[in-house]
């Protein structure tokens, strides 16, 4: 009952990691059948109509229901921490972002049970989603349009949180440019949801128009524009993968830091790469849609643009390059990530400067080149960190130290699956294997490669069991890990108990300077100088109303779906009502006394 | 310096054997790697252009990475503090400066070769204008200047330009022939799309459909088949001669009543189904089922098992196909596709 009230960040970041994590889980589990399927020509492990679906939901599920989420865990776990502050701007919002999301995910997934996900792929492009497209499989797209509206209003007000959160609430001196990377990108981060989101939804508000009353947005014969689809898409979905990868070049610039005992390297570049890209990301959308025949002109503009982006980019490599130079280096389990991560995403970008020049992509594009490529950016990178940062942060979400061992193995079965999944698949798509495809004929040459990448996803498979069990394991262990378990913990976060009490910080920091706990280290204390006395700490009360909102949301959505307006209405009414009747009551919250201050983390 | 170039100087010859590496990768048909004409040849140069200018950057970093990752491992026990370095401004334009050149390098070629390929041939006198349909899950080939019509096997001669005019009848599609050309989406309404390529050497080159377009999209297969000018001279005429119905008159009862409502025979006849003119010559059956007795893969038949098996059941061939499961005796379908393997057209 306690989690389906609460409305402490610390929490919220356990409940996305829960779920993302679970998702994560389904997405793999597809992505794995997907392999099944190519592992050899002409196989017939699943139809072609189930193929299309598990190639969407692997794709939707991955970045929407397991990479954001993940990345939110983090953000809301360790952000707050780092800033000094005791909770997000906005707790009761932070919650409502969470449920939305999980409401969303699991509409999303209910079609599975329901007569079929959606198959037109997680771009959706026009025509093919369009209800004149939908063959036996009549709601499918349906469910990706509602569901990621509702997952959508999650993610939009979360990031907007935390923009909120990190313009107002950082520690007395903690100023802009002494804010930890983390906390950097994740607020680069949530500017771009908060200007590529409403983009998405946009978009799909039209295509559910389009979809559920017969509106004209796309339908070319009535006067719509399918490649205006392609627009709006790509207009949120570049900058989506910088919000996705912009998080993890953060855990990175932490992890790599802490565990070479040096500060970051060029610290005040690393913030103008990360601003730079945030700005670029919205330069490049049309990069996705070289052959859509948009002329030579805005290729060429298109390619420049997007070719520019390597330069932040190589900025940031070699800053994290020369933070470990000179260092003296501990390769535990979070910093061997974050070192595979390196030279890994520097794969991935090449490819990416590669598929910038317009000419070339006429090639690559919609191939297997294409999937490798971005399979290096988002798994090589955005994952990876990911697992960095869970490793690192872990003692100070749950209290517990992962155990080392199982972390290296679980570093190695997946490192080296992912690279043989996907380095293969560069040639296989030089090598004319479009993506996208449920079988592919014998006698074309791409057997062998197929049989490769899927050897590989197995191991990755491999990887992430090691993980569960590393965490099913430590969770049997007592709650005892240290303040600062690392040793060289370097920001705010490491000077208060793992896991962090309710209340954060007992008495605000005083910030002197950047890694603010470094510094003090440095001087020979062990302790941040308050920024106040020690007094009564106002806290805001628990609540069911996101819950109650969130389930009125996919009531609504499916009532609307299936055309039972009244069921929408209702859906709708739950909804509204829980925000009326949250701006009646009156809660002041409560206030947490000096004299209980002493305690416990928060329970996980 | 000396040095660097030394070390470079030992990089090229690895690189050349890439190159080299890369260029034997895939079937010669097929692969983007082994290009086959002019257009394709041109967009292969900007990758190899592209990839030894990656390989470079990868190497170097990979380098540094290993060296430090080496170098400055902790011992055991070891309690020192490194120093802490703030960072370093000529280091730090370096590295942002040395992309910048980089990425001149390869974008001047590119924006040439973007506005190169974008060339419009469709007026031209001397090219053959062709113009594709994409659809669930088949290509259609219109040569709008010499009236004919076909589909799944375009055939063109080895010495012309042809100029490629994109359009689809349902979905997106894109056409794609890695080894001459790069690819081309299909947009449904409106904007219409161009692209040309040239094939110097006659061969057959596979085809692809590169965009989601439905189940059956893994299987949107078609052929380029490049003939000397003569040979297409004879296949144009071929094409535009009748062709003569079926001699026992109950197969000619049941391709005009069950086939003919929708497929045409004659090579001058368009429409919204695959033209059977010259079907029995082509070298697969729906695209995807090889007419070849070489056992060799397991997709392969004579031109008639391969009909009878298409003609059975398209649904199990193609899933989501649009041609139907027509009622018809086992007799019926051999009268049938005895009769389309027949025809071949002499070019």
């Not at chain 1, 005791?86 to 969303?104: E, K, L, M, Q, S």
């Not at chain 1, 009244?566 to 009326?580: A, D, E, R, S, Y």
Request: hydrophobic share 50%; with cysteine.
């Amino acid at each position: 009952m306690d989690w389906l009230t609460t409305v402490d960040h610390k929490k919220i970041g356990i409940l996305y990691l829960i779920s993302g994590g679970f998702f994560f889980l389904v997405g793999g589990l597809e992505a794995i059948m997907i392999r099944i399927q190519l592992w050899q020509p002409e196989n017939h492990f699943v139809s072609a109509d189930t193929y299309n679906e598990l190639l969407t939901m692997h794709g939707t599920t991955m970045i929407f229901l397991a990479a954001m989420p993940m990345i939110f865990a983090l953000m809301n776990a360790i952000v707050p921490l780092q800033i000094g502050a005791r909770d997000v701007a906005f707790p009761f919002v932070n919650a409502i972002g969470f449920w939305t999301f999980f409401a969303g995910g699991v509409l999303l997934n209910v079609s599975w049970f329901t007569g079929g996900a959606p198959d037109a792929g997680w771009t959706s492009y026009v025509p093919l989603a369009t209800d004149a497209f939908n063959g036996g499989n009549v709601h499918g797209v349906d469910y990706y349009v509602v569901g990621l509206q509702i997952a959508g209003i999650g993610t939009l007000v979360g990031g907007i949180n935390f923009l909120a959160t990190i313009i107002n609430m950082r520690a007395p001196g903690m100023s802009f440019m002494r804010l930890p990377l983390f906390t950097w990108t994740a607020f680069i981060t949530s500017a771009l949801i908060l200007f590529a989101f409403p983009a998405l939804t946009v978009g799909l508000v039209a295509l559910m128009f389009d979809r559920l009353f017969h509106a004209n947005f796309f339908e070319v014969s009535n006067g719509g524009n399918a490649v205006l689809w392609e627009h709006i898409f790509w207009i949120f979905g570049h900058p989506e993968v910088y919000i996705l990868i912009l998080p993890a070049f953060g855990v990175i610039s932490e992890v790599v830091s802490t565990f070479s005992r040096k500060r970051l390297f060029g610290y005040s570049s690393m913030v103008f790469a990360t601003v730079l890209i945030g700005f670029l990301a919205f330069m490049v959308w049309a990069h996705h849609m070289f052959t859509t025949g948009l002329g030579p002109v805005a290729n060429s503009l298109f390619s420049i643009a997007t070719m520019l982006i390597a330069v932040p980019t190589g900025i940031k490599i070699f800053n994290w390059l020369f933070t470990l130079w000179g260092g003296s280096i501990r390769f535990t389990t979070a910093n061997l990530f974050a070192v595979g991560f390196i030279p890994t995403f520097v794969m991935g970008g090449v490819t990416g400067v590669m598929l910038a020049s317009a000419p070339a992509d006429y090639q690559y594009h919609d191939t297997y080149f294409v999937v490798a490529h971005f399979h290096y950016v988002i798994v090589g990178g955005l994952i990876l960190g990911l697992f960095s940062g869970l490793h690192y942060w872990w003692p100070k979400m749950f209290g517990r130290m992962l155990n080392e061992t199982l972390g290296k193995l679980t570093f190695w079965f997946f490192f080296l699956g992912f690279h043989l999944t996907f380095f293969v698949q560069h040639f296989l798509g030089l090598m004319g294997m479009p993506r996208r495809v449920w079988t592919y004929l014998d006698g074309l040459g791409f057997d062998d490669l197929n049989m490769i990448s899927t050897v590989g996803a197995f191991l990755m498979g491999l990887g992430t069991i090691f993980f569960l069990i590393n965490i099913v394991t430590s969770a049997a262990k007592p709650r005892d890990a240290a303040d600062d378990p690392w040793e060289d913990g370097r920001t705010l976060e490491w000077t208060i108990p793992s896991p962090a009490p309710e209340y954060n910080f007992a008495q605000t920091p005083l910030v002197r300077g950047y890694d603010a706990y470094w510094k003090e280290k440095m001087e020979g204390k062990n302790a941040m100088t308050p920024a106040e006395p020690l007094g009564p700490i106002h806290m805001p009360s628990p609540s069911i109303l996101p819950l109650i909102l969130s389930i009125g949301l996919f009531i609504g959505g499916l009532g609307f779906m299936y055309h039972h307006t009244i069921v929408g209405i209702i859906g709708l009414l739950i909804t509204f009502g829980c925000l009326f009747t949250r701006s009646l009551i009156d809660d002041h919250g409560f206030h947490i006394e000096p004299d209980e201050l002493h305690d416990k983390g928060v329970k996980a | 310096m000396m040095n660097r170039w030394r070390v470079l100087k030992r990089l090229l010859p690895l690189l050349a054997g890439m190159v080299l590496l890369l260029s034997a990768c895939g079937r010669a048909d097929l692969s983007v790697l082994r290009p086959q004409g002019p257009v394709a040849e041109e967009q292969f140069k900007l990758m190899k252009l592209a990839i030894i200018i990656m390989v470079i950057v990868v190497v170097v970093v990979f380098a540094i990475a290993f060296y430090v990752i080496v170098r400055f491992r902790r011992r055991p026990g070891d309690k020192t503090i490194p120093k802490q370095v703030e960072g370093n401004h000529k280091l730090e334009i370096m590295w942002t400066v040395i992309p910048i050149i980089l990425l001149i390098i390869l974008g001047v070629p590119t924006i040439q070769s973007v506005f190169g390929l974008a060339k419009d041939y469709s007026k031209d006198p001397n090219a053959i204008q062709v113009k594709v349909t994409g659809h669930q899950y088949w290509w259609q080939f219109d040569y709008t200047k010499l009236g004919i019509h076909t589909a799944q096997e375009l055939v063109i001669p080895n010495d012309a330009v042809i100029s490629v005019e994109t359009e689809t009848a349902d979905v997106l599609h894109s056409f794609w022939i890695p080894s001459l050309a790069g690819k081309t989406d299909a947009n449904p309404g409106g904007s219409v799309n161009r692209m040309y390529f040239k094939a110097p050497n006659t061969g057959v080159y596979l085809g692809k459909c590169a965009e989601l377009c439905g189940p059956s999209h893994a299987l949107m297969d078609f052929k380029v088949k490049v003939v000397d000018r003569a040979s297409f001279d004879r296949w144009v005429a071929a094409m535009k001669t009748p062709t003569p119905m079926p001699s026992d008159p109950a197969v000619a009862d049941v391709l005009t009543q069950q086939c003919l409502t929708c497929h045409a025979i004659d090579g001058t006849q368009g429409g919204a189904f695959p033209n059977l003119a010259g079907i029995g010559g082509k070298q697969a059956v729906a695209g995807i089922l090889l007419n070849t007795d070489s056992p060799k893969y397991q997709n392969e038949g004579t031109v008639e098992d391969n009909l009878k098996r298409w003609i059975r059941d398209p649904q199990a061939v193609k899933p989501g196909a649009k041609m139907p499961k027509v009622d018809l005796t086992e007799q019926q379908i051999d009268g049938l596709a005895k009769y389309l393997a027949s025809l071949k057209l002499n070019y």
